[in-house]
DNA sequence: CCCATCCATTGATCTAAATCAAGAAAAGCC
DNA sequence: GGCTTTTCTTGATTTAGATCAATGGATGGG
């Protein structure tokens, strides 16, 4: 059984690989299973590992003034991690954590290193993913700034309609920047207006 | 005297070049001057180039049910266009115009593809900055969604001191998500509390 | 230098979403 | 299966920011 079957699947969609180049990728790699509600990773903590999402899922979240607001969710196929944390090696400004039993693929920061510096495939696959996720988070951003909150959980729904389905409601709302209670009414609204 | 240099100065401060190499890119890159308020690029149009600014400053916003939202500026030593448009060459989905007098070192589709097969210091260079522009925002995203107006504005104006001196207030409002009448209001209670 | 446009401020309302509070439903656990 | 915890909903109230409206000041083009 291939346990790196959808990391390199991934992979392989943007930038074709031989296998002897997925091979000595994969050396790099490292597995990891983390049970439900464990965290990956505490905002203070250096960010030692990148990691891709086999199974399962996880949130990536900050605590400002006591409130939790989610950044991310990470399913089967996303990468997740705190890129600057990870890059520079300084305390993390995010928290990680598993919403359900996980399997994570992991990258550490000395393999990052040292695959960028003898295998360009790698460098382009990196690239061409922070280029996905910095026009992905524009998006978000300029929807954020401008859409109506019903067009914006429509949107949502639509867009990661598996993670509606496997996240509790109020992480959605604090996703979309919305109390539990807001978005709860947002959606008797769609409901009725429908 | 030398026209590219805010861009080179920039570049090596990524990856160092030797003069070859800063040869062969520079003859990638074409100049272009354009006039106060004149449109770099309009929605629905492929973004063509990508523009760094050596002189002047620019705006990129949105226009969504008849408001702006502005999503990014530009003075010099910063890089713009439509990421998604550039890339795919569909129609962008952002309005780019100047708000000074400006000159803007371009570099077409074509020469960023040429250049990125053939100069691994070039993507490398690409990617830092994508890598940079990401983690940017999503520190702006993450202050959008929890921190309170006040310090959102305050956080801009330590943050881009030369932009709040050159560009119009209710600018930065939109950057901020925000009515001039608001910010106004904004600024009016830091004057006071101070 | 004058006029027009753009820009910032202020005041009076209005409204969408937050907050506070409670209860019902669902899920997880021993 | 019953108990606890989590989750979602609904209602009442408050509030931050939007909207509408008006004015004075600054800027810039001719």
Redesign the pocket.
């Known amino acids: 059984m291939d346990l790196y079957r959808l990391y390199f699947q991934q992979f392989k969609e943007k930038v074709p690989l031989t296998i002897e180049e997925q091979e000595q990728i994969q050396s790099y790699l490292t597995l990891k299973k983390i049970s439900?509600k464990q965290y990956f990773l505490q905002e203070g903590e250096v960010c030692k590992s990148y990691a891709f999402v086999e199974k399962g899922s996880l949130r990536k979240y900050s605590i400002e003034t006591g409130?939790e607001h989610i950044i991310q969710f990470a399913i089967e196929g996303w990468t997740v991690g705190d890129l600057l944390s990870f890059l520079s090696e300084e305390p993390a400004t995010y928290h990680i954590d598993t919403l359900e039993d996980s399997e994570l693929i992991l990258m550490s920061k000395s393999a990052h290193d040292e695959l960028l510096s003898i295998q360009p495939k790698y460098e382009t696959y990196f690239r061409l993913l922070i280029t996905g996720a910095y026009i992905a988070l524009q998006r978000r951003h300029s929807f954020t700034l401008s859409l109506?909150?019903?067009q914006r959980y429509t949107d949502f729904v639509e867009k990661y309609p598996e993670i509606v389905k496997r996240?509790?409601?109020?992480?959605?709302?604090s996703y979309l920047?919305?109390?539990?209670?807001?978005?709860?009414?947002?959606?008797?609204r769609l409901a009725k207006g429908k």
Chains 1, 2 share one sequence.
């Open positions: 439900k409130n109506p909150v019903e996240v509790p409601q109020h992480m959605i709302a920047g919305l109390t539990p209670e807001t978005l709860s009414r947002v959606r008797k």
